[in-house]
């Protein structure tokens, strides 16, 4: 194994007490520092007093593999290198991972600073279960990938968590609660040890419209509920035909499709779309 060493570190997600001393001690040993933002990582050190000696470089999702070459190579020549993230722990949405991948391969010693995670941070403060879940990270934006990806949040059983932008909260809220149905449990949780940290819980209905009813601010993660009975029921005739008596008896198509989801604990979506292929 070479002797440099590869440090992930973990950085505050918005509290600058948060940062560990065992941080702040590696920062000003590093030889070296790869930042996703060299600004943003410039007023952190400020903020923590640090004398950094290191020069201090770019690493970000669109540089990620350009830089590595040189960054494999200082490794090798025995520099230990810091990769940061703007905030919380580097390779979880953040650069990193093609870096790790690649140290790994080389025999690089690699290493991690504990410290913040708005993915934890996020699930512990949802009040959903925490034995099990998944991370989702940041959903596509449109087209197949994200049907693809919402549609298999219906049969998950896990706890799972999304980052989202504030600007596409409402839309995500919207797209999940059609696929899963208005009940359920959920949770916005936003700006995470911020000044304005805030934990919205409740049902998706509940928080499509709290999402609805503002501007939806500030660095957003998204907790969804995984499926309680993980045996999947299945659309029948039954539930379809008792669709049609109630729009017989005056409901619209999408509330007696949403009454019978509802008892029934079927998907919304499925029975939505049963019904409708009954009638063509």
Known sequence: M?????ILAATPLG??????PRLKETLEQADLIAAEDTRRA??????????????????????????????????KSGLKVVVI????????????????TKAIEENISITVIPGPSAVLSALVLSGLPTDRFSFEGFIARKG???????????????????????????QTLQDIQEIV?????????????KTYEEVIRGSLKELVAWANSKEVLGEITLVIAGVENTGKKEVDDEAIAEVKQLIAAGSSFKD????VST????SRRELYEASLRLDS
């Open 2 to 6: 070479s002797g440099g060493q590869l």
């Open 15 to 20: 509290n600058i007490l948060d940062a560990s």
């Open 42 to 75: 410039k007023r952190l050190f400020a903020d923590l007093n640090l004398e950094i000696t290191a020069p201090v470089i770019s690493l970000f999702e669109e540089n990620e593999i350009e830089k590595i070459p040189d960054i494999i190579e200082k490794l």
């Open 85 to 100: 993230s703007d905030a919380g722990t580097p390779a979880i949405s953040d650069p990193g991972y093609r870096l790790v």
């Open 144 to 170: 197949k990938e994200r049907t693809e990806i919402l549609n298999n949040l219906n049969t998950q059983s896990r706890t799972m968590v999304i980052f989202e932008s504030p600007r596409r909260t409402l």
């Open 181 to 193: 149905g208005d009940d359920r449990k959920a949770a916005v949780v936003r700006e995470i040890s």
């Open 256 to 259: 007696a499709v949403q009454e």
């Open 263 to 266: 008892q029934r604990g079927l």
